[in-house]
Every structure is written in structure tokens, then in C-alpha cells.
């Protein structure tokens, strides 16, 4: 399967339009319609229904493999520049908005650093495609247990530190007052979706081994603040490190007791990290 046929394929199917895929990727509308005709003749099935431009159910289940597939060429592109790149003095680094804590902010270098705030699907197919040098990237884990990251190309990873959870919620809420809380007790309470920014959902319920955590709000954004002023003027609870947790105007930071279960971070590169990144990571990386 011809990996350019498969990019324009994704790129129609993402625009649903022809003439708009054309212009993205800088062809004639021609070369763009033969170019699917050519993919379809390959795979033997149609992918695309014209009017309206949408994918067949066949077409559905390629764009499942394509984008994985593609973000693997291009990891596979950037590994191998960057054996043959010679070490640039500055640094980018790809971070989730909970991951950039003291110890990070502390270990960046005083100048030439690009900071790239992400989801945390993002920031590993950013390491991995040569946007960024290094990656941050966070979660809820059992203490030692290493993330679950997604699998987009061989990359290494180091633990960079743990800490307890809290659970935010509004000074008056009636747990506010509590020493700790449990997360079974807290199923059907109401809750922040913010899977940019706070520690996701579907997190908590793979901790609590079921379902429930109903979302109240949705926030797509990366802005803590933005979290916590949700949190605290009652739209639902959110869970996030202590670090960030405690000390909210407004609010109350309630430890998380049951399950056993701690915030993690986690640095995230491939290959062997040359100048800056290396000295940062080494930076991250010192215990003690």
C-alpha cells in the first residue's frame, strides 16, 4: 500500500471534500481523485462515496490503520535524522499541563527552550515525529507502575517523580471538611471532564475497576486555571496532584485515601538525547 496514496486518502476523508484535500496538500483535484481511484483499485473495495464525499464502511475501518500507520513513518523519519543531526543547542519540549510542575520548571535551561503545552495522547507522537526533543507526559498509575502510553514508535521511558492526588472541589461542598476520600465513594458524583487538563476521566474509572464518574461540564482547553475556577465555582469535582490541587482560592484539596493510587510523570524520548535535551534530561533524571 503506497503510503502517499493512503496520506491523501486520510486527508479527503478528514475534509470530506475533493477540492479541499487538493488544496491542503498542494495538487490538482485531478491528481487527488486518481490518486484514491488508484487506492481503491489496490484494496479491491470502494473507500469514498462522492456525493457526499464520506467514507464506505470499509473506508471507516482503513482510517483506523491509516493514521497509526502514517504516524509511524513519519517516527521512523525522524529517528533516523536525528542519528544523523548534529545536536542543536536549543529545546523543545512537549509537556501535559500537569506534568510541568517544580521539578520541571527548575530543570528547564535559561534560554533557547520551546515549550509546547499538549494533550496527553499528543505528546508522545510528538517525541516520536521529531517536533519536540523530549516529552513530559502524566496519569494516574499505582505507585512504581509505569504509565500505559500510546504504542506510536519505540520510546524510552523514565519515571520523573510521583505524588499524592486530591480531590478539588468547592470550600462549602459537604466533603470539604473530610481528612480523606475514596474514589468508590465518589461514582455518582458530579464531575469535570477535562481530558487536556486535569487527570482524564476514564482514568479514575479504570482505578475504580467500573464505570460511573459522569461527566457535569466538558473543558477541551489545557488551562489550569480554567480548571480549578470550574472546580471551585461547583461545576463538578476534578482530580488533580496535590501540588496543583492545594492552595486554590475558593476551594478545598481532599487527599485521595482509596484506591492506592499516585500522580506520575513521566519523561518520554527517542534514541540517545543530544545537547540540550540531554542535559535536561539528565537533570530530571537525578535523584536525591
Known sequence: M???????????ARLAS???AARELGYTQSAVSQQIAALEQDLGVPLLTRRPVAPTTAGERLLEHAEPLLLRLEAARADVARMAAAPEHGLTLAVTPTALGPRTVAALPTAGVT?????????????A?????LGLVDGLAAPSDPLRL?????????GVSEEPVCVLLPASHPLAGRAGLRLGDLVDARWLDAP????????LRAANGGGGFRPALRYDGTDLRTLTALAVA???LALLPRTVATGVPGGAAVLLVAPRVVHR???????????????MADRLLERG
Not at 2 to 12: F, G, I, S
Open 129 to 133: 515525529t521529531g517536533t519536540a526533543d
Open 196 to 203: 487536556g487538563s486535569g487527570l482524564p476521566l476514564d482514568q
Open 150 to 158: 500510546p504504542d506510536v514508535a519505540p520510546l524510552t521511558t523514565h
Open 115 to 127: 515549550l509546547r503545552v499538549l494533550a496527553r495522547d499528543e505528546v508522545p507522537a510528538a517525541v
Open 265 to 279: 510523570t513521566e519523561l518520554v524520548h527517542g534514541g540517545s538525547p543530544r545537547g540540550a535535551a540531554a542535559a
Open 18 to 20: 475533493f477540492s479541499e
Open 2 to 12: 503506497d503510503p502517499h496514496l493512503l496520506r491523501t486518502y486520510v486527508t479527503v
Open 234 to 236: 461547583g461545576h463538578g
